[in-house]
């Protein structure tokens, strides 16, 4: 689905509105009039005909008194032959571009907070009513309708993007009402339903009213969920990770809050987020973690989800390293770890995990003896990380594993002992430890049988049938439909990740576990008994897209204690 998901623009069409989006907001802040990497020109009053204010960098200044210190930038697409694609309209924030603008919107946040009613939603109208006909009328003319509009903005042009929206179907014709409107930051969220509000949830303007109204939480931490919002994402700055920085309340009237407030800050984190190989796991409530820490503070604070000034948070947690030396701490949940370039740490405390290396040398730091885990390698590139309770961490470009040894003194004190990841097993000094023992496929259709207790069976690619007549064996199919025998004791465990096809599984018994890690569309908490269908003596499973058949087993005997989805 994806976290910015927008009238269901989902995959490459959802991010490519927020790049747009995020493009047009900081083009507000600084103006150049040159066309933007992305494509955007500056529209010009002239070719508006427009008659009002303008600066000198093309910045349309409000109307009305009262509202003249408020700034909108008009931006056109164009095709190659000159054609007129879209429209921005691209809302400036508090800061303008004099001293005097400044003040103006500091002015215009505290009328919209404790103001006369009807202030921000009224503002876009107030401020730009004509321009605002003079663009719809000059979108008009080349053929292009409310669809073809993008609106955003950041902090105070948050606010506009939101009383835009608000207006949109009773004025102006009613062209605006269905452009694209995406803020960030934004104090206030539209009832209208058609906004999508970006922001960090330890961001504290962002949602500090309550739709347009101030009320007393608008002064403490307001992680009230929204409809319209993105509810759980974290600007994990050094305020955020500081236990003596948050002894001052979350707040407004809190300076150091406002770390998270910046809209480079916004930048720099949510662009990773929207670049990331797990962006389509997520959607519009997921906790996201984003690291924007001080390279020298990255060396000696982990980044996790310490869950400060906010609502509890549930389901899988996602966290985002920089394309510096980062790290990475999961919990005892699901986590979804990246640490991009860098040589990245990462540590997690149990759960069903995935953790993306990226470039660098990378280090998976168990915290415990090597002999609490299982490691196998599944001859593609990744190793799975099985603890003691039956928890797997499934694993990427990792070079190298750290476990804790006992020591001196009995085992008293522990060592750290470094293992390098080798095709063989991990190697310290001179000791190797060879993976556990495990069949892997290929790209190809493969039949593979469990020759041992404890065995993996990986088919990779392709139609694969494993077997297996031992115990306690772990089927991954991989990519393709495949069909899969058991006939052993013990637990079996059968694992799916990504988009793993069409899978048949014969003799799966109620100790068994069914584990889905990283499918799209089935996260934590999704409900598997909506989603179960009968058909004669068998049962199909749908998850996500894509589908587990159990044959001989009936929809009443499945319990969910057996089925984990993260």
Known sequence: MGVFDYRNFKGETGKAL???ALALTLYAYAPTG?????????????????QGTVGPQGTFFGEKDGFTTAEV??????????????????????????FSDTLGDIKNNLLAAVGPAGYASDYSKN??????TSVAQFAKAQGLSGQDVLVSGHSLGGLGVNSLAELSGANWGGFYADAQYVAFASPTQSAAGNVLNIGYENDPVFRVLDGTTFNASSLGAHDKPQASATNNIVNFNEHYASTLENLLPQSILNPLSWKAHGSEGYAAGLNRVVDSAFYDLTSKDSTLIVSTLSESSRGSTWVEDLNRNAEPHKGSTFIFGTDGNDLLKGGSGNDFIEGRDGNDTFRDSGGYNILLGGKGHNVFDLQQP???????????????????????????????????????????????????VTDQGLLAGDQLTHYNHSLNGDAY????????????????????????????????????????????GGTNTFL??????????????GSDKLVFMGVAGAGQGYDYS?????????TLLSVGDYAVKLVGVGADSLSGAGIVFA
């Open 127 to 132: 401020a730009f009513d004509k321009l605002f």
């Open 18 to 20: 927020y790049a747009d």
């Open 34 to 50: 040159e066309a933007l990497a992305s494509g955007w020109k500056s529209i010009s009053a002239g070719q508006l005909g427009y």
């Open 530 to 538: 909506q989603h179960l269908t009968q058909s004669g003596q068998d």
């Open 445 to 488: 259709g493969n039949a593979l049988v469990a020759s041992v207790n404890g065995d993996w069976l990986f088919g990779h690619g392709g139609n694969d049938v494993l077997r297996s007549d031992k115990s306690d064996v772990t089927f991954v199919g991989g990519a393709g439909d495949d069909v899969m025998y058991s006939s052993g």
């Open 370 to 420: 090597l002999s609490t885990f299982s490691v196998v390698n599944d001859g593609d590139g990744s190793l799975y990380v099985r603890d003691a309770y039956g928890g797997i961490s499934m694993t990427r470009d990792i070079g190298a594993i750290i476990t804790k040894e006992p020591g001196f003194l009995w085992g008293l004190f522990k060592n750290d002992v470094t293992h390098s």
């Open 73 to 98: 930038e008009v931006l056109g697409r164009y095709d190659e032959a000159g054609k007129l694609l879209s429209v921005g309209i691209a809302f400036r924030g508090t800061g303008g571009l004099g």
């Open 496 to 509: 799916f990740s990504g988009a793993f096809g069409f899978d048949t599984i014969h003799g799966y018994q």
